[in-house]
């Protein structure tokens, strides 16, 4: 049997987002929340087979959109990626946004907003038209966290490493220069996704948060590496690592979000100011701190982040039960 998905593929800032328009699972119309454990459970093979190779790649990364259960949304998205089913996506988001406006998927019922059901709750995008293209998109992601400071863990290649554990849609590993770590200048792809790798090891066995709002949301599995900024349009930049051997080409919207979220918790953002994070290519998001916010018991923020992406084509892609690699693969 051979069954087709028809994708529009993009780039936010520099990450891949395939956009799978037609073609994906039919599931039970529940919230995302649930619809993410139904596809898991029944169709990660959908996954596999649009992000590994030999039709994605270590870092791909995509959407699939449905109908919401939400009356405040306009649709829904389930967020794929090499390194699971992601609870929410910023740069998946922004190209999201980006595809479904120039494509014509998606009528907003509030010109220039679109509100999306996502696993991890609601979340708002603004977006800005000219002559029928997103030219720049404003996400206002999910209330974000500072849930521990100074984790002390021993990693190979480094020794022993303090880290900060935040919330931005996923759960992050927070690292700034330190003794045994100067920082990103003279260090390569390869450099970090090791150290990461040896990172999140390391946090396995001492660190596991939960939501506390959605016990499903739990686990350490994104790290970002943070330093100085790298350019006068910057304010910091950081490297956000992610599945088993993946570098966000983009600046990172749940990892901006993150690095926001523990530097207003370390006293040193307030409600009203704004990060620029600068990738490792050196595009930018502009993020920014709509407001206060209460995540179970513990003080967070409302983050707000504001980037583009670019539509770089349509791609039926076919997954053929006769291909012994129909269901991808990756070399570890």
Same mark, same amino acid.
């Given at each position: 049997?051979?069954?087709?998905?028809?994708?529009?593929?993009?780039?936010?800032?520099?990450?891949?987002?395939?956009?799978?328009?037609?073609?994906?699972?039919?599931?039970?119309?529940?919230?995302?929340?649930?619809?993410?454990?139904?596809?898991?459970?029944?169709? #990660?093979? +959908?996954?596999?087979?649009?992000?590994?190779?030999?039709r994605?790649? &270590? !870092?791909?990364? *995509?959407?699939?959109? /449905?109908?919401?259960?939400?009356?405040?949304?306009?649709?829904?998205?389930?967020?794929?990626?090499?390194?699971?089913?992601?609870?929410?996506?910023?740069?998946?988001?922004?190209?999201?946004?980006?595809?479904?406006?120039?494509?014509?998927?998606?009528?907003?019922?509030?010109?220039?907003?679109?509100?999306?059901?996502?696993?991890?709750?609601k979340?708002?995008?603004?977006?800005?038209?000219?002559?029928?293209?997103?030219?720049?998109?404003?996400?206002?992601?999910?209330?974000?966290?500072?849930?521990?400071? #100074?984790? +002390?863990?021993?990693?190979?290649?480094?020794?022993?490493?303090?880290? &900060? !554990?935040?919330? *931005?849609?996923?759960? /992050?590993?927070?690292?700034?220069?330190?003794e045994?770590?100067?920082?990103?200048?003279?260090?390569?792809?390869?450099?970090?996704?090791?150290?990461?790798?040896?990172?999140?090891?390391?946090?396995?066995?001492?660190?596991?948060?939960?939501?506390?709002?959605?016990?499903?949301?739990?686990?350490?599995?994104?790290?970002?590496?943070?330093?100085?900024?790298?350019?006068?349009?910057?304010?910091?930049?950081?490297?956000?690592?992610?599945?088993?051997?993946?570098?966000?080409?983009?600046?990172g919207?749940?990892?901006?979000?993150?690095?926001?979220?523990?530097?207003?918790?370390?006293?040193?953002?307030? !409600?009203?100011?704004?990060?620029r994070?600068?990738?490792?290519?050196?595009?930018?998001?502009?993020?920014?701190?709509?407001?206060?916010?209460?995540?179970?018991?513990?003080?967070?923020?409302?983050?707000?982040?504001?980037?583009?992406a670019?539509?770089?084509?349509?791609?039926?892609?076919?997954?053929?039960?006769?291909?012994?690699?129909?269901?991808?693969?990756?070399?570890?």
């Amino acid at each position: 049997m051979r069954r087709s998905f028809f994708c529009i593929d993009s780039h936010t800032c520099g990450n891949p987002v395939r956009v799978v328009a037609g073609g994906g699972p039919l599931l039970p119309h529940v919230p995302m929340a649930e619809r993410r454990e139904i596809f898991v459970r029944d169709h #990660d093979w +959908v996954r596999k087979a649009l992000m590994f190779e030999p039709r994605g790649h &270590d !870092i791909m990364s *995509g959407a699939i959109i /449905y109908p919401s259960v939400r009356e405040d949304c306009d649709f829904a998205a389930l967020f794929i990626e090499v390194s699971g089913c992601l609870p929410m996506c910023g740069a998946g988001t922004i190209g999201l946004a980006t595809v479904a406006i120039e494509e014509g998927l998606i009528t907003p019922r509030v010109p220039g907003r679109l509100s999306i059901e996502t696993p991890a709750g609601k979340v708002d995008v603004d977006y800005q038209l000219k002559d029928g293209f997103v030219e720049a998109v404003r996400l206002f992601n999910v209330a974000s966290y500072l849930h521990s400071k #100074d984790v +002390v863990v021993d990693v190979p290649g480094l020794g022993s490493l303090s880290v &900060d !554990i935040a919330y *931005g849609g996923n759960y /992050y590993a927070v690292v700034e220069p330190q003794e045994n770590w100067s920082g990103l200048d003279g260090m390569s792809a390869s450099d970090i996704v090791l150290l990461s790798q040896g990172l999140r090891d390391a946090l396995s066995a001492v660190c596991d948060p939960v939501h506390p709002d959605d016990e499903r949301i739990r686990g350490v599995h994104h790290a970002i590496w943070c330093d100085a900024a790298g350019s006068e349009n910057s304010d910091g930049r950081g490297a956000v690592f992610y599945g088993d051997k993946a570098i966000d080409r983009s600046p990172g919207g749940t990892g901006t979000s993150a690095r926001m979220a523990q530097l207003y918790g370390r006293g040193r953002l307030g !409600i009203g100011d704004s990060f620029r994070n600068e990738s490792l290519i050196g595009t930018v998001f502009e993020g920014r701190i709509e407001g206060a916010a209460t995540v179970g018991n513990m003080p967070g923020i409302l983050p707000s982040i504001g980037g583009w992406a670019r539509v770089i084509g349509h791609n039926t892609i076919f997954v053929d039960d006769r291909d012994p690699l129909a269901h991808g693969f990756q070399i570890r």
